[in-house]
Nanobody
Framework: QVQLVESGGGLVQAGGSLRLSCAAS????????VGWFRQAPGKERDFVAT????????YYADSVKGRFTISGDNAKNTVYLEMNSLKPEDTAVYYC?????????????????WGQGTQVTVSS
């Protein structure tokens, strides 16, 4: 069984930075892709970024391109989301998710495993 555990959320002022971590366990992930999603109160869960497990391919939502960076550490079975120049509209619960197959998939329905989420709050 695959388990994903997010960490690194918190409260930050606009313009600040945070780094989220997604630690994976339960199997090898060489043929998986990992995605980050976020959900603000009263809104749908939205795609943020995705990476192939080897880490060579990445894809971002337009709203975060140039500000967020997704990366992976295979030795630690961990994927990171570095978030810079944060804005109040980035406030949400952030989730990581994994799917067997190629990266670049934006749909929440295409991901098989999900973490519990970590809260990110950006104050103005």
């Amino acid at each position: 069984q695959v388990q994903l555990v997010e960490s690194g959320g918190g409260l930050v002022q606009a313009g600040g930075s945070l780094r989220l971590s997604c630690a994976a366990s339960g199997r090898t992930f060489s043929d998986y892709a990992v995605g980050w999603f976020r959900q603000a109160p009263g809104k749908e869960r939205d795609f943020v970024a995705t990476i192939s497990w080897g880490g060579s391919n990445t894809y971002y939502a337009d709203s975060v391109k140039g500000r967020f960076t997704i990366s992976g550490d295979n030795a630690k079975n961990t994927v990171y989301l570095e978030m810079n120049s944060l804005k109040p509209e980035d406030t949400a619960v952030y989730y990581c998710a994994a799917r067997k197959g190629p990266y670049g998939i934006r749909s929440v329905y295409s991901y098989d495993y999900w973490g519990q989420g970590t809260q990110v709050t950006v104050s103005s």
